[in-house]
Structures are given as C-alpha cells and as structure tokens.
C-alpha cells in the first residue's frame, strides 16, 4: 500500500534577532519559538542563515571551539524533536572532510536528518564568506520531509548564476525554502522580491524566503520575510524591523503542486520610515548588544545632534540618554535655546559643561609654540577637541557609550576632526547624508516609529531645522563657507560615492567641474579620517567601510 502524499504543511517563519558568537542564547532563542510553533499546530520551523552562530560571524568561525560548540548546539535541538512536535531547519557553521561551510542541518525525530551546505559564497560589499568558508562541493538534491521534498537553498544560492534552484527543481524539489541574512539598505525590499520571482519564474516552484532580523555592528537586518507562489503572486508578507515568529499554511492543488494559503500581509515602511527604524534598531542592537547601560551625546542645536538625541531615547528611553551642551565664546543663544528645547521635548537629561576653561589652557600651553602664526584650523579644532575629551571622560566616569552625530556628507570631505567630534562608540546616522537627516528629522517630528520609545509631537524644535548649519567654530561661521551647499554637495557625494562615476559624467549632471573636481579631491584626502571614524548604521548600498574600501595613500585623480 502506497502511503499517500501530505496535503498540508504548516512551516514556521523564525524571524529572529541572534547574537554573533551567543551560541547559548540563540539556542534558547530557537526553541523558544519551536514552542511557540507547536503551539500553533506547525510542522516545521524555518530559521535564518547561521542562526546558531549569528550572522555574520566573521573569523569568529575560524576558531574550531566555537564550530564545535554551534554543532553541539544543534544536536541538543535535534534531541528536542524526539517529542514529536515540528521539525526544524536551522543555519549553521560546519566543519566536514570538504571544509568548513556555511550549512543548514534539518533535525527530525530526535536526530539530524539532513546537511546542506551553501554553494554560490558572496565575496562583494558587505560579504566576504570566500575569506572563511569553503563552499559546498556540489548542488545536493532536496531534501525529503515527512513526504515533501523540499530544496533548500541558502541565501546567495538565489542571486547568483549558479543554478542552484534550477537544478533542485530538476531533481524534485516541490518548495524553495531559503534560509538568509541579508542586510538592509535602502530599497532592498524590492530588490530581494525581484530575485525571488526570477527564481519561480524560472522554477515553476513557490519560494519561501525567510530573513534575519536585528543589529550586527554596521549592518542591520531589517527581516520582512515574505514568499511567493508558482504563479509569481505574493503568498505572505512579514514584518520589517520586528523579531517575530509566524506560522504559515501550504496546501497541494490538483496539480501536485504547493500554495501559501494562509499568512500575514504586514505593510513595509518606505523612505524616511524605513531608513529611521533601521538607524533606531541599529543603535539599540549596538548598544545593548555590548553591554552598555547607557549612552552621551553632545548636543550643540544644530540637526544631526538632534536627531541622533532623538534616535537614542526612540531606542532607549529617556532615562539612558544624557544630553550634554558644551558653549563656548561662539556658541549662540539661539544654540543654546534649541539645544534645551530638544532635550526637554525628548525628556533626557540635559547637562551644561563650559569649555571656556579647558581651551584657553590648551591655548595657552601652546602660546610659545604658536608664537608668530595665525589662528585658524588649529585653535577652530582645539574646540572640537576639549569637547571631545569631556565626552570620554564622562563615558569613562560613568560607563556611558559616547554617540557620535557625524553625517555622511560631512565625513566624505573630512568635515570633522579627528579626536574631536569623532570621538564616540557608534554613528547612527554615519550613513545618512545631510539631506536625507533634515528629511528624516522632518518624519520624526510628524510620526513616532513603531516600537520607539520617545515621545510623540515636535522633538526636533523647527528653528533647528530651519536655520544654516554651522560648526560654531568661529564668529558668524556656516558649513557653506566651506562646502558647496548641501543638495548640490550631496548629488556629487552620491555619484562618486554610489555610483563611481567619472567626472565628465558629473558635470554632464550640471554640476561646476572644478567644485567635482575640488570635492573628489576632498573625499579621497579624508580616508585616513573614515578609517578611524566609529563604526554606524549602513543604509545606502555602500557604506564608508565594509563596502567602499579605498587606499589612504592615493595619488589618482579623474582629471583627464
């Protein structure tokens, strides 16, 4: 007697936040939410890419004790299945006579039932898994589940030209299920729902694509795990910016085939929303991550200081943040009233800390050396610097991470000083350009995120928004004393930067060439700061760092 086919299948979306190198708490992480899927009738519970291990684990994977302790790991959970409840497919690393891989292992019945490696390693951006891991020696088959076949590719297994799921499905894979962690940016969303369809379009067969979800260093993973059926519609959309677990139902048609019929239809955030919550949760992940009880910012009145503030209560509560305004002798009063209106309106605490004091001693100590020359950069920056110093010793004295507010249109030129207002543990905003901070600054004050912890209303006085941005270093000073203004500056950012484009090409854009000229020249002199700069959120598709990574010593210039 044939045992017929099962016409239904329940699988378990784990859209979780792992922890890179917590072994024991993502294992208490993943059967929590085997629990939780059991409670709700599941057969099986999908998790993301090297969740045992957190994603990505770098080199970490290049120590043996800790690829032994993710093996160990899995096989406890694989003991827990021996209870009868659903099965599961979990990422992790694993070390085989054909080298260590970036796997999944399927645990059914109180044992592993399956081993699938990744094939198609990603070595471009933010990726570099060639550097650590050796890829699966050739495409296996699928794997059968309680009567399903199923083909599980893994992550870059889909975007690549390697065939992986044509040749799953040309082996018998019924359902796709593909475990990933891919990093936000912005519009990725649509990005990944294009590469899926291209695989069921070229397939014939429903793809599950579930996501990581949390804050690594730079990189944040925003989940919204969603799948798509053979006729390329949408079978179920997850939340974005949300740890959460779901159970989805696929029935077989008349046909044999599969579909979700039963799943969620969360509305993904665009624009302002999306690039907000992705800074929010990346300075929230970095911070608790770590182990920091609280953070300091210096908060001057001017817009990427207020929105860092306003990041840090929406990520933390009020009662971690610490504001601290440092005046000088140019330090308006306008200055000094928006900085206490934004810290009242978010409710932290507000500090006044003189740095009269501390740079007229620095001045001093330096008068003989200075004797004879002008003041200029150096005494601007010794400003910069005492500031600086308070910070730290206000992070040493009370164990309080310093938030640095630099945005990315300021550290493409250098405009910031080393050991001054780059001082700090994280950048919420390092990826953000100046205008995209005045129209993220613009949402806030009209929305408070889900999951935010700030007040709602105006949290960004409008005066702060509204009046010309100045580093207040000298008398009546503006940022466009210095630089082009800033949507001129940003568009040329955005093509050297983004899209590597020549010269010709930017002026052909409109833009004056020697100011392209001038700010190219700009950009690569200002490396050897980006190199010491902390590390902060990644939002574009290519961040200072792990994407874009530039020699400091460089002669060349697009000057034909």
Known sequence: MTKSKPSILRIAVAQLNPIVGDVAGNLAKAREARADAARHGADLVLYTELFIAGYPPEDLVLKPAFVAACERAVEELAGDTADGGPGVIIGTPLRRKSGLHNAIMVLDGGKVVAERFKIDLPNYGEFDEKRVFQAGPDVPGPVNFRGVRLGIPICEDIWGELGVCETLAESGAEILLVPNGSPYYRGKGDVRQQVVIRQVIETGLPMLYANQMGGQDELIFDGASFAINADKSLAFQMSQFEATCVVTTWRRDDDGGWRCTDGPMSKIPEKEEADYRACMLGLRDYVDKNGFKNVVLGLSGGIDSAICAALAVDALGEERVRCVMM????????????????????????????????????SNALSQMFEGTKEGITEENLQSRARGTILMAISNKFGSMVVTTGNKSEMSVGYATLYGDMNGGFNPIKDLYKMQVYALSRWRNDNVPPGALGPSGEVIPHNIIDKAPSAELRPDQTDQDSLPPYPVLDDILECLVEGEMGVDDIVARGHDRDTVHRIEHLLYIAEYKRRQAAPGVKITRKNFGRDRRYPITNRFRDRQ
């Open 327 to 362: 005046p000088y002798r140019y330090t308006s009063k306008d200055s000094l009233k928006d900085a206490e209106d934004c810290a009242r309106a978010l409710g932290t605490r507000y500090d006044i800390v003189p740095i009269f004091e501390p740079v007229e001693g620095f």
